[in-house]
Nanobody, 122 residues
Framework: QLQLVESGGGLVQPGGSLRLSCAASGFRFDYYAIGWFRQAPGKEREGVSCISSTGVTTHYEDSVKGRFAISRDNAKNTVYLQMNKLKPEDTAIYYC???????????????WGQGTQVTVSS
């Protein structure tokens, strides 16, 4: 069945780095854009970054520009989110999702993973 599985979250100190992975199965991965979203306690889910099906187009939320980088390997059915210079305000559950359009709008994504916790704290 269709599945998206996030991994790579954890506890990191401010200024540190993490690389999240989103492994997909059960559908034509190379037909879909993939987005990364996050939700902090008491806040709404927000779009962080997304990448088109071919990897040509990417978008980033303003607060992560210059710090995060999204990439994909269609041969491995995997999307990555490299997160550098992490800040405490990056603390959230991070989700990946598959949709037809590369956008930061969560409503346009059809399939979702279960999420991985990222905590930035000293």
């Amino acid at each position: 069945q269709l599945q998206l599985v996030e991994s790579g979250g954890g506890l990191v100190q401010p200024g540190g780095s993490l690389r999240l992975s989103c492994a997909a199965s059960g559908f034509r991965f190379d037909y879909y854009a993939i987005g990364w979203f996050r939700q902090a306690p008491g806040k709404e889910r927000e779009g962080v970054s997304c990448i088109s099906s071919t990897g040509v187009t990417t978008h980033y939320e303003d607060s992560v520009k210059g710090r995060f980088a999204i990439s994909r390997d269609n041969a491995k059915n995997t999307v990555y989110l490299q997160m550098n210079k992490l800040k405490p305000e990056d603390t959230a559950i991070y989700y990946c999702a598959a949709g037809r359009i590369a956008t930061l709008s969560a409503a346009l994504f059809d399939y979702w993973g279960q999420g991985t916790q990222v905590t930035v704290s000293s």
